[in-house]
């Protein structure tokens, strides 16, 4: 196992809340940290009127365009001593993409934020999929309120 802590990245503020926690353990353990920004491919959805998006329209894609380089930036300002951090950008599916890329790190840093049963059966949840797909302990940091 290597000293390096993976934050995974989305824009949202529970992600930069990981981030920040990330960075402080990284400081006091005297690792480094890789954040990770991964994005799904573009998919299509079926050709139907009924579908999210009718007829062969790419599905949104969230929060639009996200500056990983930015929020590393914020999250650094003001630390005194501050680790590493790398930065990397994938494409794939999330959490598959984050247990592979924390496969032999010393942990995987997570923003939390709960959703309903509902809106995980629709959508998927990227943590559980991290949880089902990770060999190193995963880290849940909720959104600092």
């Known amino acids: 196992m290597n000293g390096t802590i993976v934050v995974g990245i989305d824009g949202s503020a529970p992600s930069t809340a990981a981030l920040r926690w990330a960075v402080d353990q990284a400081v006091a353990q005297h690792r480094t940290v ?17 579908a999210p998006a009718p007829y062969g329209t790419t599905v949104p894609q969230g929060r639009g365009e996200h500056r990983l380089h930015d929020t590393v930036t914020a999250a650094l300002a003001g630390v005194r001593n501050p680790p590493k951090v790398a930065e990397l950008r994938l494409r794939g599916e999330i959490g598959v993409e984050l247990a592979r890329v924390a496969h032999d790190a010393a942990m995987l840093v997570l923003g939390h934020q709960p959703h309903g049963r509902t809106t995980e059966f629709l959508f998927g949840h990227v943590t559980g999929e991290c949880l089902r797909h990770a060999t190193v302990p995963v880290v849940l940091v909720p959104e600092q309120t």
């Open 34 to 50: 890789t954040a990770v920004e991964v994005r799904q491919p573009v998919r299509l959805a079926p050709g139907t009127s009924y």
